[in-house]
């Protein structure tokens, strides 16, 4: 039996905001960006105390194509946890792509900088040594869509035929690859792409039209596949998961329960394709800091907690968003508080008759029914009168 760590997703940045701020803790550090790291670390150390053979990562190790060395050595230490003894796989992914041909990928760095840790950058097939024997691993990077955009056989396509065809392609890739299995190995598959029909977040599932997308059908013949892309842990076929990321990144994942996958893969029968068991899944949920969204009439009722990024959204009056004000004033002082609220304001209709031609005098009083201020009107006509030298 082979135990596997399935994470995916961890998008280190020390460029992390909430509502477009930065927000620092008493020492200055990015308090989001410590968010990430500690998620991140709770899955490699839960994966050393449940003793997995191997760990997967499925991409997104970055949040940008060209991280910072603070954020390089954020992922060094953290994976150097793992010692020498548990290898790393990791994908190349979309976040960590160049457009340029000379630049590297966001995790190339990382290639020989430990004999046990491979990296896939293109798609291939290696044989991995694990305590509990050889399993072999195939990746299958998220692809350069604007690199292959660039060959002569994709000139001339539209952006749909485009994503056709790259989807085409990623599907022979995994025949070849599938082609070159051992049967008496254990199979993992780790990728970061779009699968067809998988929520992107709680509310839009993935299709296969206009994207760059597989089926769940194109897995068959893998013990397990290790997805990335998506943040929501789900699963796309009985040896197909998503880990989904191991920190919320927005309001849009409020409803996630970020998590990595423990994988239990009991061995297979040599040369029988149908023996293959169903993996056993296991979610392990990380200290994630939650979000919360709330509309305007409960605000009074939410209480304070500073590990929560809160939101109030809505819809109010102008006469509800001044009474408001003291209470915004209080959560203004939260920096992990942001809003999001559309004040309606009331216009009063012109009345028709200012659209006749009227007399200074008639203008006025037609101006001060229209305003309720009827009473005023000879004070203001005398004003009125005073100021034009009458």
């Known amino acids: 039996?082979?135990?596997?760590?399935?994470?995916?997703?961890?998008?280190?940045?020390?460029?992390?905001?909430?509502?477009?701020?930065?927000?620092?803790?008493?020492?200055?550090?990015?308090?989001?960006?410590?968010?990430?790291?500690?998620?991140?670390?709770?899955?490699?150390?839960?994966?050393?105390?449940?003793?997995?053979?191997?760990?997967?990562?499925?991409?997104?190790?970055?949040?940008?194509?060209?991280?910072?060395?603070?954020?390089e050595c954020a992922a060094i230490e953290i994976l150097d946890l793992l010692g020498d003894d548990r290898p790393l796989a990791?994908?190349?992914?979309?976040?960590?792509?160049?457009?340029?041909?000379?630049?590297?990928?966001?995790?190339?760095p990382l290639i020989g900088r430990r004999p046990w840790w491979y990296v896939f950058t293109r798609p291939e097939l290696r044989v991995i040594p694990t305590k509990s024997g050889p399993v072999q691993v195939?990746?299958?990077?998220?692809?350069?869509?604007?690199?292959?955009?660039?060959?002569?056989?994709?000139?001339?396509?539209?952006p749909e035929g485009l994503n056709a065809l790259i989807s085409d392609k990623l599907r022979k890739v995994l025949r070849f690859l599938r082609s070159q299995l051992?049967?008496?190995?254990?199979?993992i598959l780790v990728a970061h792409l779009k699968?067809?029909?998988?929520w992107m977040n709680a509310a839009k599932r993935a299709d296969d039209y206009g994207e760059i997308v597989l089926s769940p059908t194109d897995f068959a013949g893998w013990d397990y596949v290790a997805l990335g892309d998506f943040h929501r842990c789900q699963s796309v076929a009985p040896n197909a998961w998503y880990s989904g990321s191991t920190d919320r990144c927005d309001f849009g994942e409020e409803a996630n329960t970020p998590c990595w996958l423990y994988v239990e893969c009991a061995e297979t029968?040599?040369?029988?394709?149908?023996?293959?068991?169903?993996?056993?899944?296991?979610?392990?949920?990380?200290?994630?800091?939650?979000?919360?969204?709330?509309?305007?009439d409960e605000l009074e009722r939410v209480p304070w907690d500073p590990d929560v990024i809160y939101r109030v959204k809505g819809e109010v009056g102008q006469a509800q968003?001044?009474?408001?004000?003291?209470?915004?004033?209080?959560?203004?002082?939260?920096?992990?508080?942001?809003?999001?609220?559309e004040v309606t304001r009331t216009t009063r209709v012109r009345s028709e008759a200012m659209g006749k031609s009227l007399t200074d005098e008639e203008a006025l009083r037609e101006w001060c029914v229209v305003n309720g201020r009827e009473g005023e009107f000879r004070t203001l006509l005398e004003e009125h009168r005073i100021l034009a030298g009458k």
């Open 1 to 71: 039996m082979i135990r596997i760590c399935h994470l995916g997703d961890t998008h280190l940045s020390d460029r992390e905001t909430v509502a477009g701020r930065i927000v620092l803790d008493a020492a200055g550090r990015n308090v989001r960006s410590l968010d990430r790291v500690r998620c991140f670390r709770s899955a490699i150390t839960g994966a050393i105390e449940r003793d997995c053979d191997l760990v997967v990562h499925a991409g997104d190790l970055y949040e940008h194509n060209k991280p910072w060395p603070s954020e």
């Open 90 to 108: 990791i994908c190349a992914d979309n976040h960590g792509n160049v457009e340029s041909c000379v630049e590297k990928h966001a995790i190339e």
């Open 138 to 158: 195939a990746g299958l990077p998220s692809p350069q869509r604007s690199t292959l955009a660039a060959t002569e056989e994709c000139k001339g396509l539209s």
């Open 182 to 187: 051992d049967p008496s190995l254990p199979a």
């Open 195 to 198: 699968i067809a029909g998988a």
């Open 269 to 296: 029968v040599p040369g029988i394709e149908e023996a293959r068991l169903v993996p056993v899944i296991l979610h392990v949920p990380t200290p994630s800091r939650r979000f919360q969204t709330f509309s305007p």
């Open 321 to 341: 968003y001044d009474a408001m004000q003291p209470l915004l004033t209080y959560w203004r002082g939260n920096p992990l508080f942001s809003e999001e609220l």
